[in-house]
């Protein structure tokens, strides 16, 4: 049994394919792109331009739009590229188009969600010498990627090859302090590093709108702490699944990612976390 070599081909080959299947569903802007977004927030200049640099099927372009964001997206796989000008998103006048590579055209902020894990070593400089080409001096570059992942425990074997491979092409794993150095070593100046887990972060921020939403709720609920009832917790347990059958609240996704199950497409054997790197291009770096 071999270990499957990544070759530029064969990487253009299986997002091409993916692009053809409808694992899109379950990619990591669906899943969890809208918890990300706010989570960077914060960090997005008001009106910024943004380059959702890797875009993918373009999830994570059209929530931006959907907020009024200028965006554009940055795809290489060609079986991507007609798929992106083909979504609903890309006829609005906040879509800047689609590029395969740089031509001089900048942007406030460069977009790198989960991508950074599927670069090949012999596309690394390539791909931070466009970053830096796409991005405006002082510009923001946010950067997610699974923290420490098991790379081998999240391979898939293949009967007809005989060959183990990563499932969604990861060759990195990465930590806080690989991550952060090697940004620094290409130009960046690091600002924050943040581990989220999206797991539970989810469910959490999906019930406490819950409560924020629902005014009578809000009153029962604290009335019940209160008065410190037992069985609590499966009060309000029985509420929340009541409103989710109702279809007034989401169900959270079924995501537990170290019992080997998926969150945004990503295994992530080993470790549920994800590393959210912010960093700007260092004054003078090359471009």
């Given at each position: 049994?071999?270990?499957?070599?990544?070759?530029?081909?064969?990487?253009?080959?299986?997002?091409?394919?993916?692009?053809?299947?409808?694992?899109?569903?379950?990619?990591?802007?669906?899943?969890?792109?809208?918890?990300?977004?706010?989570?960077?927030?914060?960090?997005?200049?008001?009106?910024?331009?943004?380059?959702?640099?890797?875009?993918?099927?373009?999830?994570?372009?059209?929530?931006?739009i959907?907020?009024?964001?200028?965006?554009?997206?940055?795809?290489?796989?060609?079986?991507?590229?007609?798929?992106?000008?083909?979504?609903?998103?890309?006829?609005?006048?906040?879509?800047?188009?689609?590029?395969?590579?740089?031509?001089?055209?900048?942007?406030?902020?460069?977009?790198?969600?989960?991508?950074?894990?599927?670069?090949?070593?012999?596309?690394?400089?390539?791909?931070?010498?466009?970053?830096?080409?796409?991005?405006?001096?002082?510009?923001?570059?946010?950067?997610?990627?699974?923290?420490?992942?098991?790379?081998?425990?999240?391979?898939?074997?293949?009967?007809?090859c005989?060959?183990?491979?990563?499932?969604?092409?990861?060759?990195?794993?990465?930590?806080?302090?690989?991550?952060?150095?090697?940004?620094?070593?290409?130009?960046?100046?690091?600002?924050?590093?943040?581990?989220?887990?999206?797991?539970?972060?989810?469910?959490?921020?999906?019930?406490?709108?819950?409560?924020?939403?629902?005014?009578?709720?809000?009153?029962?609920?604290?009335?019940?702490?209160?008065?410190?009832?037992?069985g609590?917790?499966?009060?309000?347990?029985?509420?929340k699944d009541?409103?989710?059958?109702?279809?007034?609240?989401?169900?959270?996704?079924?995501?537990?990612?170290?019992?080997?199950?998926?969150?945004?497409?990503?295994?992530?054997?080993g470790?549920?976390?994800?590393?959210?790197?912010?960093?700007?291009?260092?004054?003078?770096?090359?471009?």
């Open positions: 049994m071999k270990t499957l070599e990544w070759t530029p081909e064969l990487v253009g080959r299986f997002w091409s394919g993916i692009a053809q299947t409808p694992l899109g569903s379950i990619s990591f802007g669906k899943a969890s792109g809208p918890l990300f977004l706010d989570i960077i927030a914060p960090a997005l200049p008001e009106g910024a331009s943004i380059l959702d640099f890797g875009a993918g099927d373009g999830d994570m372009a059209d929530l931006l959907q907020r009024g964001f200028k965006v554009a997206a940055y795809e290489p796989a060609e079986g991507r590229v007609d798929i992106l000008k083909g979504k609903p998103f890309a006829q609005s006048s906040n879509f800047l188009g689609v590029f395969t590579k740089p031509d001089g055209t900048r942007f406030d902020v460069i977009l790198m969600t989960e991508v950074i894990e599927h670069v090949l070593d012999c596309d690394m400089q390539a791909t931070m010498d466009a970053i830096k080409a796409f991005l405006k001096p002082g510009g923001l570059l946010i950067a997610s990627t699974p923290n420490s992942e098991n790379l081998a425990l999240a391979s898939a074997y293949c009967p007809v005989d060959h183990l491979f990563h499932r969604w092409q990861h060759v990195h794993s990465w930590t806080s302090e690989s991550l952060a150095d090697h940004f620094t070593a290409h130009g960046f100046f690091r600002k924050h590093v943040h581990k989220v887990d999206f797991t539970s972060s989810r469910t959490e921020a999906e019930y406490n709108a819950l409560l924020e939403k629902y005014d009578h709720l809000q009153a029962d609920y604290t009335r019940l702490v209160k008065q410190k009832i037992p609590l917790s499966a009060i309000v347990k029985v509420i009541a409103l989710m059958a109702w279809n007034l609240i989401p169900a959270p996704a079924k995501t537990a990612c170290a019992s080997n199950t998926t969150s945004g497409g990503d295994i992530r054997i470790n549920e976390s994800t590393l959210i790197y912010i960093g700007t291009l260092e004054d003078g770096s090359p471009a």
